[in-house]
C-alpha cells in the first residue's frame, strides 16, 4: 500500500539540497532561509521552477525511462521509497514517447498517487512495444513493410491504442498531479497543438481539456509509422472543439523550450503560483531534458546519395525514413543549443542537464525494431549513459561534446548534485 504524498519538509530538504548546488543570488537565498514555506501545489514550496523535458524517439524512449529510474532511486535515498518524479518537478514535458512517459508519470492512480513508478516504464516498454510495433519476420518481412508502407501507416497503432486507453481511462490533462505540456501537430490547420495544463485551467479554455489518452495517441502518431488521430472535446457550455492530431515531433522532438515558453507564459501573467520572478530570470529554473539518443553519428545519409532521391526516396530508403529523421533531429538539437546558450550567457549553465547518446548504430537507430534483444540493448544504453560525461550539442560538428568549461563529471553525477 502506497504511502501519501511526501511531506513539506521532506520537500524542502530536497530543494534546499538542489539550490545549494545551482547558480543562485545571496539575497534570495537569505530571504527564503527568513521564511516559511508552505507546502503547496508547485512550485510555491521551493525555490526552483523545476522542468523535466523527454524527447520523442518511438522505441528509444527506453533510454530516458533508465534514466528516469535512476534519478527515482536518487530520490528516494532522500525522501522515502514512496517519492516520485512527479513530486519534483513542477512541469513535465513529452513529445511522442516522451509524450506517453510523461502521462504515465503525472497521472493519478485511484489514491491520485502516480500511476506508474519510474522503474515500471522499461517493463512497460519491454511488455507492449512489441505489440505496438509487431516485427515482420523472414526473407520477405523487409520487402513487406516496404509494401506496406507504400498503402499506409506502417502499423495500425490498435495495440497502442488499446493499452493507452486502459490505462490512463477517463482521466483529463487538468487532473495531472503536477502540471504536463505535450506538443502534437494539427495537420488540417497546419499548426502545432500544445496540451497544457497550465491553460485548460482556464474556465474559458476547457475545450483544451481533452483525455489523456487522445492526447498520447495523438503525439505519439509519427507520419509514415501510425496512423493520425481525430477526436473531439465539448465543454460545459456545449462548445466543441475538433482535432486532426500527428506527432508532436513533426514541431517540437525536444519540448524543452516549449514547457520553458509555457511556464514564461504564467510568470508573465502574474500567476499567483508562481512567486516573484521576473521574465528571463534563468537563475529560477533548473531543467533537465532527456533525449531517446541519436542516430547522426552513424552517417547513413549524404549528399551524394540524396542528391539522386525522389519523394519516395525521402520517405524511405535502407529500411528507414530519411524525411522523419532529419527533422526530428534538427528539432531536438537546435532546441539544446539555443537552450545551453541562453543560460550561459545569463550564467546559469550550472541550472541546464542535458542528457543525450548521439554513438546509436543499426537497429539501436531505429524508433520500432521492437525485438527483445533490441529493447535490452536500448536499456543497455541508457546505463551506460548515466557513466558518460556531461555533452551538449556541437552546431559545428554535429556531435555531444562535453563544455569545454565544467569539469568532467558523469551524467549520473549531475543527475546527484
Known amino acids: 500500500m502506497q504511502a501519501s504524498h511526501p511531506s513539506c519538509s521532506q520537500i524542502t530538504t530536497l530543494r534546499n539540497t538542489i539550490v545549494s548546488c545551482v547558480t543562485y543570488p545571496q539575497e534570495i537565498r537569505n530571504m527564503e532561509s527568513e521564511k516559511h514555506i508552505i507546502c503547496r501545489h508547485p512550485p510555491t514550496y521551493g525555490n526552483l521552477i523545476t522542468v523535466l523535458s523527454i524527447d520523442g524517439g518511438g522505441i528509444r524512449g527506453i533510454i530516458p525511462a533508465v534514466v528516469l529510474t535512476f534519478l527515482e532511486s536518487e530520490l528516494q535515498k532522500l525522501d522515502g521509497e514512496e517519492a516520485r518524479i512527479a513530486d519534483y518537478f513542477d512541469v ?59 498503402s499506409g501507416p506502417s502499423y495500425d497503432g490498435k495495440h497502442l491504442h488499446e493499452v493507452v486507453r486502459e490505462k490512463l481511462g477517463s482521466t483529463r490533462l487538468h487532473q495531472t498531479l503536477t502540471n504536463v505540456v505535450i506538443p502534437t501537430f494539427d495537420i488540417k490547420r497546419l499548426q502545432p497543438t500544445i496540451f497544457s495544463s497550465y491553460e485548460v485551467k482556464k474556465k474559458n479554455n476547457n475545450t483544451m481539456d481533452a483525455l489523456l489518452s487522445d492526447i498520447c495517441i495523438s503525439t505519439s502518431a509519427a507520419p509514415t509509422y501510425l496512423p493520425a488521430h481525430f477526436f473531439r472535446t465539448e465543454d460545459c457550455h456545449g462548445n466543441i472543439k475538433e482535432f486532426n492530431l500527428i506527432d508532436g515531433g513533426v514541431a517540437a522532438n525536444n519540448p524543452a523550450l516549449v514547457a520553458i515558453g509555457e511556464v514564461s507564459k504564467q510568470i508573465f501573467k502574474k500567476n499567483p503560483d508562481f512567486f516573484p520572478v521576473k521574465p528571463m530570470d534563468y537563475g529560477r529554473f533548473l531543467v533537465i531534458s532527456l533525449g531517446t539518443g541519436s542516430p547522426k553519428i552513424e552517417g547513413k545519409y549524404n549528399a551524394q546519395k540524396a542528391k539522386s532521391w525522389g519523394v519516395l526516396d525521402w520517405l524511405l530508403v535502407g529500411g528507414s525514413t530519411p524525411l522523419v529523421d532529419i527533422f526530428t533531429q534538427a528539432s531536438a538539437d537546435m532546441v539544446d543549443i539555443h537552450i545551453a546558450a541562453v543560460f550561459k550567457v545569463l550564467h546559469s549553465e550550472q541550472n541546464y542537464l542535458r542528457i543525450q547518446d548521439d554513438t546509436l548504430e543499426g537497429t539501436l537507430a531505429s ?3 521492437a525485438t527483445r534483444d533490441n529493447l535490452e540493448k536500448l536499456a543497455n544504453v541508457g546505463e551506460i549513459l548515466l557513466n558518460k560525461p556531461v555533452s551538449r550539442a556541437n552546431l559545428e560538428t554535429g556531435q555531444m561534446m562535453p563544455p569545454c568549461d565544467d569539469s568532467e563529471i558523469t551524467n549520473g553525477e549531475a543527475l546527484k548534485r
Open 367 to 369: 524508433v520500432d525494431v
Open 92 to 150: 513535465i514535458a513529452g513529445t511522442s514517447t516522451g509524450g506517453l512517459v510523461t502521462a504515465m508519470l503525472a497521472a493519478p492512480n485511484k489514491k491520485r498517487r502516480p500511476l506508474f513508478a519510474a522503474k515500471d516504464i522499461k517493463a512497460f516498454y519491454m511488455n507492449h512495444a512489441p505489440k505496438i510495433f509487431p516485427q515482420l519476420r523472414g526473407p520477405f518481412g523487409r520487402m513487406m513493410r516496404i509494401f506496406r508502407s507504400m
